[in-house]
T-cell receptor
Framework: DAGITQSPRHKVTETGTPVTLRCHQTENHRYMYWYRQDPGHGLRLIHYSYGVKDTDKGEVSDGYSVSRSKTEDFLLTLESATSSQTSVYFC????????????FGPGTRLTVT | KNEVEQSPQNLTAQEGEFITINCSYSVGISALHWLQQHPGGGIVSLFMLSSGKKKHGRLIATINIQEKHSSLHITASHPRDSAVYICAVRSGAGGATNKLIFGTGTLLAVQP
């Protein structure tokens, strides 16, 4: 298994509070991704990174920000959590633009009350 | 309409049956992935295809680029195959971002 961990694995928070999810990899891969998974929807890309300090928006980026100060860590921040951000969040890493493979972390279940 | 459609959405089979899950897409792609997600579990890549057919154990994946269609087959199904199977495509001719477009998944339950 690719060395990807996510923390926390479960979190319950209140509307309006900031939340940061962490993705950590030990594979030294360049590409990292944050997805959310909701019933009735496929996995949807929130933000991605193609290198340290290089990030870009995905299709559902509103309300989320990311940072990548080290190759191994990709942080997802909800500045002010809303109930619509209740979801399961997956981090993934990609080996290269030519490989196309992505490896997924175990997921973080976030509930915003 | 979603760019990646899977059918069926739900499938119940008896142990030993041959199973087929279908994926159709409406965009040009450079690769197609089949992924497996067990209940409460993470997501595992099963196959990546850009043409033809691949086989791994009891799993077979095929793709028809002209018809924009892929199938995942499971032979001699077993209860441990029960999971959500997800089709995902990498659109376009390539690029630096390697982004995927996902289907909504097929929930498979194999009964003993």
């Amino acid at each position: 298994d690719a060395g990807i961990t996510q923390s926390p694995r479960h979190k319950v928070t209140e509307t309006g509070t900031p939340v940061t999810l962490r993705c950590h990899q030990t594979e030294n891969h360049r590409y990292m991704y944050w997805y959310r998974q909701d019933p009735g929807h496929g996995l949807r890309l929130i933000h991605y990174s193609y290198g340290v300090k290089d990030t870009d928006k995905g299709e559902v980026s509103d309300g989320y920000s990311v940072s990548r100060s080290k190759t191994e860590d990709f942080l997802l921040t909800l500045e002010s959590a809303t109930s619509s951000q209740t979801s399961v969040y997956f981090c993934a890493i990609g080996t290269s633009v030519y490989s196309y493979e992505q490896y997924f972390g175990p997921g973080t279940r976030l509930t915003v009350t | 309409k979603n760019e990646v459609e899977q059918s069926p959405q739900n499938l119940t089979a008896q142990e030993g049956e041959f199973i087929t899950i279908n994926c159709s897409y409406s965009v040009g792609i450079s690769a197609l992935h089949w992924l497996q997600q067990h209940p409460g579990g993470g997501i595992v890549s099963l196959f990546m295809l850009s043409s033809g057919k691949k086989k791994h154990g009891r799993l077979i994946a095929t793709i028809n680029i002209q018809e924009k269609h892929s199938s995942l087959h499971i032979t001699a199904s077993h209860p441990r195959d029960s999971a959500v199977y997800i089709c995902a495509v990498r659109s376009g001719a390539g690029g630096a971002t390697n982004k995927l477009i996902f289907g909504t998944g097929t929930l498979l339950a194999v009964q003993p």
